[in-house]
């Protein structure tokens, strides 16, 4: 199946059941961090340090307590729904509601509602991480590398330390700039900058905005000796939903699938419902 065919199946309503996996503390800004938005910095400079600068991988630092380097695939053994993030729902703000009903009218009435995704915009986290497309992780001692099967999408987690960028003249991105940290045998990651348009947490059955105030917390741990990584998510964006939004979700590891090159083209799409003008709703 070609990549974005995979818009015919966002349609369709695909959530884990909640897999007890014990929540973390709120995540707090380190104690001592480098300037806002740099790498790690040379003894000898206040340069910043790209995450894949030499100086920077062969710093001092503890072992990683596992890598997470692998393909790896939404675990739907028990939920073929696995891969979407509800319900349950938080509850939703005035105009976060609005397009979740116009999005459920919509499908009521046969037709597809604002499927960007369809239109070749990329999906997003946490959307990305569990699309039906294996995704490809390398991990360096101050980044892990990931790349879906799905449109390519490129997710960078830094380790090596930096803060997060001022949000005055960051460039927002919709898998948004992801900072890890370790907390014993847990890897604590902590998203922000996200852009906050054609930018959804769901899509298909219940169709929910995401803003530039969202901000995802995911605590990782390697489970099933190996087999298996648990990602617990806590979400917030107070501009679409009340409070935290929490779903914990495993995936399986793949080894005999790699990732491939996609590109995402006008006609690509054609003849799926999101692309013809008399299904798709895109006001």
Request: glycine share 8%; charged share 20%.
């Amino acid at each position: 199946m070609h990549a974005l065919a995979i818009g015919a199946i966002v349609a369709i309503p695909l959530l884990l059941p909640n897999l007890g996996c014990n929540s973390g503390p709120a995540l707090e800004a380190p104690t001592i961090e480098p300037p806002a938005g740099s790498g790690a910095t040379s003894d000898a400079s206040t340069e910043p340090l790209s995450a894949l600068a030499p100086a920077n991988i062969a710093k001092a630092r503890p072992a990683a307590p596992f890598t997470v380097t692998g393909n790896w695939f939404i675990d739907v053994s028990e939920n073929p729904n696995a891969w979407r993030f509800g319900p349950p729902y938080p509850k939703l703000k005035p105009a976060a509601q609005a397009e979740a009903d116009a999005s459920q009218k919509a499908a009521a009435e046969g037709k597809v509602y604002k499927d960007d995704i369809g239109q070749c915009w990329p999906a997003g986290l946490p959307l990305i991480m569990t699309r039906y497309w294996p995704m490809a992780m390398i991990q360096i001692p101050t980044s892990i590398y990931m790349v879906s099967g799905f449109m390519n999408s490129l997710r960078i987690v830094y380790l090596d330390g930096r803060s997060h960028t001022d949000p005055d003249i960051v460039v927002r991105t919709y898998n948004g700039e992801s900072i890890g940290r370790w907390e014993g045998d847990t890897l604590v990651v902590d998203t922000r900058h996200f852009r906050g348009d054609h930018h959804w947490m769901d899509q298909g059955g219940m169709s929910i905005p995401a803003g530039e105030q969202l901000r995802i917390i995911e605590r990782i741990r390697l489970v099933s000796d190996g087999k298996q990584l648990e990602i617990e998510y806590t979400m917030t964006d107070p501009e679409n939903w009340d409070g935290e939004w929490k779903s914990t979700k495993r995936f399986n590891r793949v080894d005999d699938v790699d990732i491939q090159e996609v590109s995402c083209l006008p006609d690509l799409n054609e003849h799926l419902q999101s692309t013809t003008s008399k299904t798709q709703v895109l006001q």
